[in-house]
Nanobody
Framework: QVQLEESGGGLAQAGDSLRLSCAAS????????MGWFRQTPGKEREFVAG????????DYADSVKGRFTISRDSAKSTVYLQMNSLKPGDTAVYYC????????????????WGQGTQVTVDS
């Protein structure tokens, strides 16, 4: 088992930047990928960004491409989401996720989830 703890959410104005962090409780826990998802009330959770843990390969939802950047620090067992040029439409609870195995799409098959961190963007 592994626990994921997100931090860095909060209130921002349109055009601002925020950086989310997600630390895994066990640094040596094997994983193939980590990712970020988000959810708003009444909607399904949607993929935002993912990163291959050993390859560094990344994938982004079209809605955030060019504005958000996912990165990882293997030594700290931490994944980050740098969010620039925030829009009110980015308002959501953001969840960190970890996938134990699999090497195809970075958008699916995640095994562990964090509790989520709220991001609110005012216009």
């Amino acid at each position: 088992q592994v626990q994921l703890e997100e931090s860095g959410g909060g209130l921002a104005q349109a055009g601002d930047s925020l950086r989310l962090s997600c630390a895994a409780s066990r640094r040596t826990f094997s994983r193939s990928a980590m990712g970020w998802f988000r959810q708003t009330p009444g909607k399904e959770r949607e993929f935002v960004a993912g990163i291959g843990w050993t390859t560094g390969r990344t994938d982004y939802a079209d809605s955030v491409k060019g504005r958000f950047t996912i990165s990882r620090d293997s030594a700290k067992s931490t994944v980050y989401l740098q969010m620039n040029s925030l829009k009110p439409g980015d308002t959501a609870v953001y969840y960190c996720a970890l996938r134990k195995a699999g090497y195809l799409s970075l958008r699916v098959d995640y095994d562990y989830w964090g509790q989520g961190t709220q991001v609110t963007v005012d216009s």
